[in-house]
């Protein structure tokens, strides 16, 4: 079921305090409407009643999927590579087999979510996204700055993702074929089966796709 908490908040332009009830956890089995108040950050919307200036306000927040086993926990900036909650590890204890992921950025929590909806691995997915990314950056002359998920076409045999690039982190789609997300999964499943569904939510991100990467072709020397 979904959780909800109430906190002051001050809004930005008028600087009066108001409670606002804000979302923490949602159920996508009991509330089916969560999952596009997500993607279009509906949820993350917030509007004083003072003055009605409305904003984007990231909090904290839990998306749970049970029917596709998969969770994600959105908190802002997160740096660390792991979470253990202990109090949702016992509230799920009875469920086998559930990914759980952070993300420090709603873009990424939109992006798991398709991830995990289309079927895919999402450490399959952030690997064969750093390979396109280098391509990208050598192709453009630019820093990639993020990246994320879009879509996949079987009939073209191809995985797309959206990177933004240089200063202006000026918006670049890259396609590639299927076949570097295909060896990208048998690397995940050879090397770090299992690692996926341990105790703790996990951030598959960048940083876990090199080190994952480098650790991968060190075990080849």
């Not at 690692?195 to 796709?209: T, V």
Request: glycine share 4%; charged share 30%.
């Amino acid at each position: 079921m979904s959780e909800t908490v109430t906190k002051s908040v001050i809004c930005p332009k008028c600087r009066q305090q108001s409670a606002t009830n804000i979302l923490i956890s949602a159920n996508t089995v009991e509330e089916p409407d969560i999952r596009s108040a997500v993607l279009n950050e509906e949820i993350f919307r917030w509007k004083c009643k003072k003055c009605g200036f409305s904003t984007r306000f990231q909090h904290p927040f839990l998306y749970n999927d049970i029917e596709r086993k998969f969770m994600v926990y959105f908190i802002p900036q997160v740096g660390r590579q792991k979470v253990v909650d202990q109090k949702l590890e016992a509230q799920y204890s009875d469920l086998k087999d559930i990914r759980k992921r952070i993300v420090p950025d709603i873009n990424s929590l939109k992006e798991k979510i398709v991830i995990f909806e289309s079927g895919l691995d999402d450490m399959a997915v952030e690997l064969t996204k750093l390979a396109v990314s280098e391509v990208v950056a050598k192709d453009t002359g630019y820093n990639v700055y993020s990246g994320y998920f879009t879509e996949i076409d079987e009939e073209k045999n191809t995985i797309s993702f959206q990177f933004f690039v240089g200063g202006d982190k000026r918006s670049y789609i890259q396609s590639t074929r299927l076949d570097i997300y295909r060896r990208s999964a048998g690397i995940v499943k050879k090397h770090l089966a299992g690692s996926e569904l341990q105790a703790g939510f996990l951030n598959i991100g960048r940083e876990w796709a090199r080190e994952s990467l480098d650790a991968y072709k060190n075990s080849r020397r």
